[in-house]
């Protein structure tokens, strides 16, 4: 064991220097070799002039002086050496205070040495937002908020012209019906629409509430208003076949990913990947008991099929690396994966961010806040623990 | 990594437009825009729905059908000289029209003339003139029909002309391309009916077939009417009709239509099968000329309606046999038989009519159905009592459906709401370039990267747009978050494909070839996982997120089938060293 540890920190060592060289294109690294030809020549012009120095001025005492020069060439030598020395010295400081000093640098480090420190962390938060769940589920009495594509209801929507009306509204409806659930929702950012969402009240209650505002009686007199209704029992059928679409989705993906890598252990990690992405997503919505809807299981199958795709670059381009490449591999595919969702996040934050549709914004918010988990799931969680699978893999493979 | 340049010359744009990837993507993209149809010059007002039986109906003008391409359905250009640009246009002309005067509309495939009815309005008058009519009755002893003329009291009223009579056609802003935008997008009704039970597919086509032949007795021809099943093997009926009001078309569909005619218990005839005509034009069926619209005690206005129906002969038959027992009773002047005609609808009497004592033992094919409407003012009653007729003339006409549909969703989007839709997702899709544009020279630092894979992204997009269109599905806000998202992780796959090439630089061994292989391996996988975890998208909850999900494995397959290899090809030109 002890040897081992050895031998992997060499590895280690080795594959930091090369990566380097080959993946972060270090700008010192270049710069260093040619100040040092830079030294040498100028310290080949040095000998040079020295030595014609000498052949001008002693003539006669040609041995003493030779001896002389020798002995100044020496101690020159030994001066330039030990001022060599003394830079190089002052060089190596210099790189190690950098290294201090940029916490890119240090948080490299970290990663790579301390790869399960960070298994460990990444995995810490999974686990304490996987017991929220649990935790919000006994506080609250449920789960998720459903909305009322899922349990049944009526959602009216109306343009809002006039901002104030908003808080009119929204104290019409809290004096009219104290105790029934209501939500009324802001929607869009240039034109703006209310939204009055129940699973109590009717269509004719929220209008007639509705209507005792100047601003909406006319456009609901000229019909021209967006209504929704679900009936419970169509909402409710919904919701039991989420988690059915949702357990199906995640079967047919595993299965893909075990064909296509056709090695188990690295399946499932991406499997488990993808899990804990919709779990810590989950949470998040449980946590802030944003409503579910319908859009809200298509996002999340959405996302189970994007948070494979950075595991999949990851793990097929690590897997059948050699050994001493994978560190490098790892922040090969790091670059190009974060790329990927950093697009797909700045996409869909973008549109949860303008969007006027209810729609919309629910399944932009799953993306943006799924690929956030996703991002630290695949490089916090899976990359090292990838790390430590194939680690193992090679060290038993020597025994 | 970024030490090399990308030089173009007259040789790399030859070997990029001779590649048959590129050639592919290329003509799959000018397909696609052919198939879209942009066509910004085109105005005018697109017929949406003709009503059977008005000025426009009558002058030949037909309603679309739901499969015609937007831009090639019908559309009104000009009225009477006059252009029409849009949908306002042709209110604003049609508003004023005169009386039985003939306009001529033209659009861009005919030219019609339509003569514009005069709306008259019967007021009344407290007193009864002799009118004479004439009757049709089965004569048994001579084995043939016989008119007799008869003369009778009615109320006599006085007409006058009251503006003109609708001509019958809804239309709105010529679409200025063929992209079916679904009914968030434009305004509209969505209504999803549930079979009370489970019934076999040969049953639910046929319920599929009388609802939609129901609202295209209404006029209504522009809508779609699909069927859906879910994950429970729940069965779902889909109707959505755009810019229509919820409530024309919820009593057209909810109402199984069951209408039985009995005579105490026994049955004399049944709506659709024994129902030979259903007369729906002027002359035979409109407000009741014997009672004319009174006011009630409570003051509500009550107005009668009358048309008149042509029986099978089983069923005029049926009707002499079960007649012929009964007695004549007299009431006043007029002599009738002892049990009343009561006609149901799904199970609820509806109307009671005394039979005339003429018709005892007679196998009449002639029937006169009559039935009321009421409202708060005597316009009101009219216009209900002319609503019911039409609804149940539309159900005798086509018959009941086997099962009661419920109604478990209704949607209506107002078209003011649905225009912000469309802008707002115009501007969500021109933020989302923009976005990734600055993602990717924030990480290639290079706009010659940049471009091609934002141009590669907006090729997907067209295509994937003209692939929908082409099978007939529209867009709606869920297909809009499924562009989104396809296109999305069409970049993320371009992004693997660059990196892969740039890094695969520094190692000699490493050929172009091998390369793009291990890309195109990436690639797979992350569609093949994509696309099975859509999978159950498409047939849960009534196939309501179905948009979202095909646009998605749509968008995906476009994206790895035809744009991923041409811009594969290009990055390989492109950055290839010579």
Same mark, same amino acid.
């Given at each position: 064991?002890?040897?081992?540890?050895?031998?992997?920190?060499?590895?280690?060592?080795?594959?930091?220097?090369?990566?380097?060289?080959?993946?972060?294109?270090?700008?010192?690294?270049?710069?260093?070799?040619?100040?040092?030809?830079?030294?040498?020549?100028?310290?080949?012009?040095?000998?040079?002039?020295?030595?014609?120095?000498?052949?001008?001025?002693?003539?006669?005492?040609?041995?003493?002086?030779?001896?002389?020069?020798?002995?100044?060439?020496?101690?020159?030598?030994?001066?330039?050496?030990?001022?060599?020395?003394?830079?190089?010295?002052?060089?190596?400081?210099?790189?190690?205070?950098?290294?201090?000093?940029?916490?890119?640098?240090?948080?490299?480090?970290?990663?790579?040495?301390?790869?399960?420190?960070?298994?460990?962390?990444?995995?810490?938060?999974?686990?304490?937002?996987?017991?929220?769940?649990?935790?919000?589920?006994?506080?609250?009495?449920?789960?998720?908020?459903?909305?009322?594509?899922?349990?049944?209801?009526?959602?009216?929507?109306?343009?809002?012209?006039?901002?104030?009306?908003?808080?009119?509204?929204?104290?019409?409806?809290?004096?009219?019906?104290?105790?029934?659930?209501?939500?009324?929702?802001?929607?869009?950012?240039?034109?703006?629409?209310?939204?009055?969402?129940?699973?109590?009240?009717?269509?004719?209650?929220?209008?007639?509430?509705?209507?005792?505002?100047?601003?909406?009686?006319?456009?609901?007199?000229?019909?021209?208003?967006?209504?929704?209704?679900?009936?419970?029992?169509?909402?409710?059928?919904?919701?039991?076949?989420?988690?059915?679409?949702?357990?199906?989705?995640?079967?047919?993906?595993?299965?893909?990913?075990?064909?296509?890598?056709?090695?188990?252990?690295?399946?499932?990690?991406?499997?488990?990947?993808?899990?804990?992405?919709?779990?810590?997503?989950?949470?998040?919505?449980?946590?802030?008991?944003?409503?579910?809807?319908?859009?809200?299981?298509?996002?999340?199958?959405?996302?189970?099929?994007?948070?494979?795709?950075?595991?999949?670059?990851?793990?097929?381009?690590?897997?059948?690396?050699?050994?001493?490449?994978?560190?490098?591999?790892?922040?090969?595919?790091?670059?190009?994966?974060?790329?990927?969702?950093?697009?797909?996040?700045?996409?869909?934050?973008?549109?949860?961010?303008?969007?006027?549709?209810?729609?919309?914004?629910?399944?932009?918010?799953?993306?943006?806040?799924?690929?956030?988990?996703?991002?630290?799931?695949?490089?916090?969680?899976?990359?090292?623990?990838?790390?430590?699978?194939?680690?193992?893999?090679?060290?038993?493979?020597?025994? | 990594?970024?030490?090399?340049?990308?030089?173009?010359?007259?040789?790399?744009?030859?070997?990029?437009?001779?590649?048959?990837?590129?050639?592919?993507?290329?003509?799959?993209?000018?397909?696609?825009?052919?198939?879209?149809?942009?066509?910004?010059?085109?105005?005018?007002?697109?017929?949406?729905?003709?009503?059977?039986?008005?000025?426009?109906?009558?002058?030949?003008?037909?309603?679309?059908?739901?499969?015609?391409?937007?831009?090639?359905?019908?559309?009104?250009?000009?009225?009477?000289?006059?252009?029409?640009?849009?949908?306002?246009?042709?209110?604003?002309?049609?508003?004023?029209?005169?009386?039985?005067?003939?306009?001529?509309?033209?659009?861009?495939?005919?030219?019609?003339?339509?003569?514009?009815?005069?709306? +008259?309005?019967?007021?009344?008058?407290?007193?009864?003139?002799?009118?004479?009519?004439?009757?049709?009755?089965?004569?048994?002893?001579?084995?043939?029909?016989?008119?007799?003329?008869?003369?009778?009291?009615?109320?006599?009223?006085?007409?006058?002309?009251?503006?003109?009579?609708?001509?019958?056609?809804?239309?709105?802003?010529?679409?200025?391309?063929?992209?079916?935008?679904?009914?968030?997008?434009?305004?509209?009704?969505?209504?999803?009916?549930?079979?009370?039970?489970?019934?076999?597919?040969?049953?639910?086509?046929? +319920?599929?077939?009388?609802?939609?032949?129901?609202?295209?007795?209404?006029?209504?021809?522009?809508?779609?009417?699909?069927?859906?099943?879910?994950?429970?093997?729940?069965?779902?009926?889909?109707?959505?009709?755009?810019?229509?009001?919820?409530?024309?078309?919820?009593?057209?569909?909810?109402?199984?239509?069951?209408?039985?005619?009995?005579?105490?218990?026994?049955?004399?005839?049944?709506?659709?099968?024994?129902?030979?005509?259903?007369? $729906?034009?002027?002359?035979?069926?409109?407000?009741?000329?014997?009672?004319?619209?009174?006011?009630?005690?409570?003051?509500?206005?009550?107005?009668?309606?009358?048309?008149?129906?042509?029986?099978?002969?089983?069923?005029?038959?049926?009707?002499?046999?079960?007649?012929?027992?009964?007695?004549?009773?007299?009431?006043?002047?007029?002599?009738?038989?002892?049990?009343?005609?009561?006609?149901?609808?799904?199970?609820?009497?509806?109307?009671?009519?005394?039979?005339?004592?003429?018709?005892?033992?007679?196998?009449?094919?002639?029937? $006169?159905?009559?039935?009321?409407?009421?409202?708060?003012?005597?316009?009101?009653?009219?216009?209900?009592?002319?609503?019911? $007729?039409?609804?149940?003339?539309?159900?005798?006409?086509?018959?009941?459906?086997?099962?009661?549909?419920?109604?478990?969703?209704?949607?209506?989007?107002?078209?003011?709401?649905?225009?912000?839709?469309?802008?707002?997702?115009?501007?969500?899709?021109?933020?989302?370039?923009?976005?990734?544009?600055?993602?990717?020279?924030?990480?290639?630092?290079?706009?010659?990267?940049?471009?091609?894979?934002?141009?590669?992204?907006?090729?997907?997009?067209?295509?994937?747009?003209?692939?929908?269109?082409?099978?007939?599905?529209?867009?709606?806000?869920?297909?809009?978050?499924?562009?989104?998202?396809?296109?999305?992780?069409?970049?993320?796959?371009?992004?693997?494909?660059?990196?892969?090439?740039?890094?695969?630089?520094?190692?000699?061994?490493?050929?172009?070839?091998?390369?793009?292989?291990?890309?195109?391996?990436?690639?797979?996988?992350?569609?093949?996982?994509?696309?099975?975890?859509?999978?159950?998208?498409?047939?849960?909850?009534?196939?309501?997120?179905?948009?979202?999900?095909?646009?998605?494995?749509?968008?995906?397959?476009?994206?790895?089938?035809?744009?991923?290899?041409?811009?594969?090809?290009?990055?390989? +030109?492109?950055?290839?060293?010579?």
């Amino acid at each position: 064991m002890v040897e081992d540890d050895k031998v992997k920190e060499k590895v280690e060592h080795k594959v930091e220097e090369k990566e380097e060289q080959n993946i972060k294109e270090n700008p010192a690294a270049p710069e260093k070799t040619v100040e040092k030809e830079k030294e040498v020549s100028r310290d080949e012009k040095r000998e040079k002039s020295s030595e014609r120095n000498n052949s001008d001025e002693n003539k006669g005492k040609k041995e003493h002086e030779r001896k002389e020069s020798e002995r100044r060439r020496v101690e020159e030598d030994n001066k330039e050496r030990k001022e060599k020395k003394e830079r190089k010295e002052m060089r190596e400081k210099k790189v190690e205070h950098k290294n201090h000093k940029s916490l890119k640098e240090t948080i490299r480090n970290f990663y790579v040495k301390k790869y399960k420190v960070v298994l460990a962390m990444s995995f810490t938060l999974f686990l304490i937002l996987f017991l929220s769940i649990f935790a919000f589920n006994i506080q609250r009495g449920y789960l998720l908020n459903k909305d009322i594509s899922l349990k049944g209801g009526v959602v009216v929507t109306l343009p809002l012209k006039n901002e104030a009306d908003f808080n009119v509204v929204v104290s019409k409806f809290r004096y009219a019906f104290p105790n029934k659930d209501v939500t009324v929702r802001l929607l869009g950012t240039s034109s703006k629409s209310i939204s009055v969402e129940s699973s109590d009240l009717n269509k004719t209650q929220i209008l007639s509430v509705l209507s005792q505002i100047p601003e909406f009686s006319d456009v609901i007199k000229s019909n021209n208003y967006t209504f929704i209704t679900v009936g419970s029992t169509l909402g409710e059928s919904f919701f039991r076949q989420t988690i059915k679409a949702i357990i199906w989705s995640f079967i047919l993906m595993s299965i893909v990913v075990l064909l296509y890598f056709r090695n188990f252990t690295p399946s499932l990690f991406v499997a488990w990947n993808a899990f804990s992405d919709l779990t810590e997503t989950l949470a998040v919505i449980v946590m802030f008991n944003m409503k579910f809807s319908t859009a809200s299981i298509a996002a999340l199958l959405m996302l189970i099929g994007y948070s494979v795709d950075t595991n999949i670059l990851l793990t097929s381009r690590v897997l059948k690396a050699a050994r001493d490449k994978v560190i490098s591999l790892i922040f090969n595919s790091m670059r190009t994966g974060l790329a990927m969702s950093l697009t797909t996040m700045v996409t869909t934050f973008f549109a949860y961010l303008v969007t006027q549709s209810l729609v919309i914004r629910q399944i932009m918010f799953i993306l943006t806040v799924g690929m956030v988990f996703d991002t630290i799931n695949t490089w916090l969680f899976n990359a090292p623990l990838l790390r430590w699978y194939l680690e193992n893999k090679y060290s038993s493979r020597r025994k | 990594m970024n030490n090399y340049k990308i030089h173009m010359d007259k040789k790399k744009w030859e070997s990029i437009f001779k590649d048959w990837r590129v050639l592919l993507a290329l003509a799959f993209l000018i397909l696609a825009v052919y198939i879209i149809y942009p066509a910004p010059w085109i105005h005018g007002a697109t017929i949406r729905n003709v009503k059977p039986g008005s000025p426009a109906y009558e002058a030949g003008i037909v309603g679309p059908s739901p499969l015609d391409l937007p831009v090639s359905k019908e559309r009104i250009i000009s009225i009477n000289g006059r252009p029409v640009y849009n949908a306002a246009d042709y209110y604003k002309l049609t508003k004023n029209l005169i009386p039985n005067t003939t306009i001529i509309i033209k659009t861009n495939k005919k030219t019609y003339s339509v003569f514009v009815k005069p709306k +008259i309005i019967k007021i009344p008058l407290n007193k009864t003139i002799n009118k004479t009519i004439v009757e049709s009755f089965f004569n048994k002893t001579l084995n043939k029909t016989v008119n007799i003329t008869k003369i009778v009291q009615v109320p006599a009223y006085k007409t006058i002309v009251n503006g003109t009579e609708d001509l019958g056609l809804s239309v709105y802003d010529a679409p200025k391309d063929n992209i079916r935008l679904g009914l968030d997008l434009q305004g509209g009704t969505r209504i999803i009916l549930k079979p009370e039970k489970q019934v076999p597919p040969e049953v639910f086509d046929q +319920i599929m077939s009388s609802l939609e032949e129901r609202l295209n007795v209404y006029g209504l021809s522009d809508l779609t009417i699909r069927k859906a099943t879910d994950l429970a093997g729940n069965q779902y009926v889909i109707i959505e009709v755009p810019g229509s009001s919820a409530s024309d078309v919820l009593s057209l569909v909810e109402k199984q239509g069951k209408f039985v005619a009995k005579i105490g218990n026994e049955t004399v005839f049944t709506g659709g099968k024994d129902i030979k005509y259903v007369c $729906m034009s002027a002359d035979c069926s409109g407000l009741s000329q014997r009672q004319p619209p009174t006011m009630t005690e409570n003051g509500t206005w009550v107005a009668r309606f009358s048309f008149t129906i042509k029986l099978s002969p089983e069923a005029a038959q049926r009707q002499a046999k079960i007649t012929s027992g009964l007695s004549v009773v007299n009431v006043g002047r007029e002599s009738y038989l002892s049990k009343d005609l009561d006609l149901y609808l799904d199970g609820k009497k509806v109307e009671t009519l005394k039979i005339g004592a003429d018709l005892k033992g007679v196998p009449t094919t002639d029937i $006169m159905i009559s039935g009321s409407g009421y409202g708060n003012t005597r316009k009101e009653a009219i216009n209900n009592a002319l609503k019911n $007729m039409k609804k149940l003339q539309t159900l005798l006409r086509v018959g009941s459906l086997p099962v009661k549909l419920d109604v478990v969703s209704q949607e209506k989007i107002s078209s003011s709401l649905s225009k912000s839709f469309l802008s707002n997702s115009l501007l969500i899709g021109l933020g989302a370039i923009i976005a990734v544009i600055l993602v990717l020279l924030i990480f290639y630092k290079r706009w010659d990267l940049t471009v091609p894979i934002i141009i590669t992204s907006l090729v997907e997009l067209t295509i994937t747009v003209g692939l929908l269109t082409f099978m007939g599905w529209s867009i709606d806000l869920s297909a809009i978050a499924g562009l989104i998202a396809s296109v999305g992780s069409g970049v993320d796959q371009q992004v693997i494909i660059t990196d892969e090439v740039l890094s695969g630089e520094t190692r000699k061994a490493y050929t172009w070839k091998q390369k793009l292989k291990n890309a195109f391996a990436i690639i797979t996988g992350s569609y093949l996982t994509t696309l099975f975890a859509m999978l159950p998208l498409l047939s849960m909850g009534a196939g309501l997120l179905r948009g979202f999900a095909l646009t998605t494995i749509v968008g995906e397959t476009v994206g790895v089938l035809i744009t991923r290899p041409a811009y594969a090809r290009v990055a390989e +030109i492109l950055l290839k060293k010579d």
